[in-house]
């Protein structure tokens, strides 16, 4: 139920991002594949692009720039404007961690993390919303973390701007409905990516310790519910923050 949407996901070279940005083209969204320069297995953005366009038999679009900088999304909403003329969903999936104790975190840090894990998703709202109102409606969703809900000692910058997420979903439901355009966002446990590709063997037996379903998760369990938000099943579902945890957050 996205076919033909022109769906923004951001941060989709890899992991969460890219698995959303799969299932939507496989769905019969056109997708458009946000990602700051990097961070990919060698092959370019345009290339990740045009495959899944392919391999899909739909249109991709793939953006270059970095969230947190104002300028270089602009371009991208420009691009997509272009390309497409309209925005019907909105994936706020981009985000970075920035673990460090109380006390040594530096300053770069802070402001680096609030850049592109909040300040960035909120820049995002306003400028697709301001597209999705011309079109009658959209949906957005902002993928949080498990974290922003419960705290983690280490992640006090991560938390914040995690929890930042979950009052900006809230509070744009409430504003946006009246336009048609529903706000919810995911919030994940312990999902196998890169992002968490640095834990060690005890901390890693530490966190699946505390799931109840006894694994971590998949990008691609974390898109499907992303999907479903995303998708007109979920039509009367606004202003929600849906766990995908195993049963983490219990
Ligand atoms: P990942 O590190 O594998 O992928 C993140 C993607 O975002 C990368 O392609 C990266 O290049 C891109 N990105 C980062 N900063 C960017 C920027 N400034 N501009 C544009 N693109 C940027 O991470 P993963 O695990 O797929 O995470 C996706 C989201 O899920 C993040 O917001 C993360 O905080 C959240 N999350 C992940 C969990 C996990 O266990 N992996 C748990 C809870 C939340």
Redesign the pocket.
Known sequence: MVAGKVALV??A?????LATARLLAAAGARVVL???AG?GDGSSLDELAGDLAASHATECLAVT????DPSQLSDGYRAILKRFGRLDILVN????LGDARLGMIPDAMIRQVID??LIAVIANIQAASRLMRRSGGGAIVS?T??VGLRGNPGQVVYAASKAGIVGATLSAAKELAADGIRVNAVA????E????GHLGPEVTAERLDGIPLGRAGS?EEVAEAIVFLASERARYITGQVLGVDGGMVL
């Open positions: 951001t941060g070279r890899r992991g969460i991002g946000l990602n700051r961070d720039a970095d969230v947190a999936n981009a985000g970075i592109t894990n993928v973390s498990i994940p446990g312990f999902i990516t890169d992002m968490i990008a």
